[in-house]
């Protein structure tokens, strides 16, 4: 009999719960033992669930208990998440989490102390839900030199840029249609302004490269700016727009770690990531790109995470290869170097001036606008253009880069 | 040091050396340890090489060097992989294998082999090329009720059917076409024909269920019979075709496998999967719908899941969750209650005696020929529909089930 305690009884907790009842064959064949939801943690009480009598509030009990081998954190938020996380594997306990804010924040705090104390650490549900890409990214694909890890990592967003693709929305109506269907929060900064998809970048970021880097060094921008002339003009040069996070790493391992909204060619796969799903891409060398796609959020899929990182402790024991991460603020000398394509939008401007900010550009046909495509520019060339064609008497209203 | 011996020095054996000489930072990293390919095998001999010095004709040498750890037998074909893979486990040594038909036709026995002798067996470029799949359907998904695995499994014929859809060519001009690329064999029957995609879809069915089919009783149909008309009434109904193997599980656990082109709706990413591109979907409750995506094939895309499997054992020792897998004929009873949809297209037939033959069906307007879509009919109920049409006079010129 294998005990576990789960940390906050809300959406996620409730599936975790849920699938280990409604799957208990598969889960006792694959794992090799029963297993008992002995705890679940949280403030409220719950008298007409099925589990009532395993719910207590006081977080102690399950840290003195021996009999607990694993705890499942579930609550999200830093705090208390935090502290009972570090009491967990203090105390010989496996920790499994679904929580990307505490992982992105603590990380790295967190492997040390389960390696300290011969347990596991695992986050699988924390970037993607169901999806299994940390797992695949950690043993199938290091012994490439990886160039890039880059994913659509949050569906609120995709939902709302799909909609704007598809039935040409404005950005309002389609936060509106999504906080109705229940996929926006009322409250939607955190999906909207990037916040959740930097938290998840970090953490592709730290299994890519070791190195997790602090959240606030991220440039991070949401997609509040996207304006229906921006999806129009994306669909003219055969474009999606997508939130994108990116990991790009140097051949010397420098990183340069972003979250910005990304005009994607439509011949790549990404581009065809719609609705609320999300996909994680990893390009290296030898293997070209791979991708991992799915469900990047719900009750089930992000259960399925859980428990699936549960049976990897029953089945493998302590992972060596569990990953080791470093701290660090983003390096940005490489970022400086890396060149790109970008889209712009301008108000007063004109072909030729344009052009003399920018070099060669390709114009886009967009009736009460300027809007171009730039040659390949570095951040700081970017900047000098773009001064440029203000100078001219122009004004920026889009700019968004190009895979 | 880990020695390792190749069996089969052609386009993935030298793929693999390559790899473990150029990436040997990142391997030795990650291992743990640092590896020496000791032996290569082959018939031939590579004066020019930088590994002819590991260049060996006698199998017996590796069979009889306690120092060989690992053997990576990508040479192809059942015989002597067989023998050779026998050999090794029986000698205490871990086999890694890129080759299909080994893997369909023996997975069985050697997985017990090697449980017998404490070793590992393993082949994540059997199935999908360099892509992350089995790996993560082993570790990562089986705590859900699995209902369905399937995938574009091919590249050959997922090339050939994305440039009959995307240039209008004919099967015969397509094929050609991916001759000339490299992209087809000479003699392509093992890709055109379905008997490549038929060992994956085998091998996938043994892991979601443990039930290894035999190839010959998976009934599998090639792209040889696709014409440009069914190419533009499956664009008509916005579906793409695409060569899947499917194996569908009830909730009984019974299988039902398959491998036909298949009409896949446009808004499915599957559909999206384009060129010599290979995906592989799994369906379950409660984690929905997964897939994993990359080239299919090639040097480096193959030799990067052979290293991978290398690292994991270097890792993670011996997998107690090392799957195990029992042969077995293919059950049919479940196959006959399954019920799909089908594009049916004829000649001398006319939409009443469709009607009358099928039930309700949706016509495909075709200049040529009668095209329709049928309800929702299992085997049988196809089968006698079909008689009754050809009874009336028609005779069938397409016959593709929708998914």
Redesign the interface.
Known sequence: MTNVAILGFGVVGG?VA??LT??KN??TA?G?DEINVKYILDLRDFPDSEFADRVIHDFSVIENDEEVDTVIEVMGGSHPAYEYTVRSLSRGKNVITSNKEVVANFGDEFLALAKENGVSYRF?AAVGG???AL??II???????LSEIRGILNGTTNYILTKMFSYGDNFENALSDAQSKGYAERNPDADVLGTDACRKIAILTALATGKLPETDTIPTEGITGIRPEDVSAAEKIGCKIKLLGRCVISEDGEIAVSVAPTLIPS?K?LA???GV?NAIEVV????????????GA????T???V??D???IM???I???APVFEKCRQTSDFSKVLKAQYYIAAKNACAKCAEAAFGKIAEIDAPLETAFVTPYLTDAELSESVKKLTESGASIISKIRIL
């Open positions: 599936g849920k699938l409604d799957n598969e889960v694959l090799g699988e169901g999806i299994p797992s695949p043993s199938c694909v290091k012994q490439n030199k011949d796969l065809s990531v719609s799903f290296g060398d030898p293997i070209g790109e791979v991708m991992f796609y799915g469900p719900g009750a089930g899929s259960a399925s995470a428990v699936g549960l049976m990897q089945c493998s024991g992972n060596t290869a």
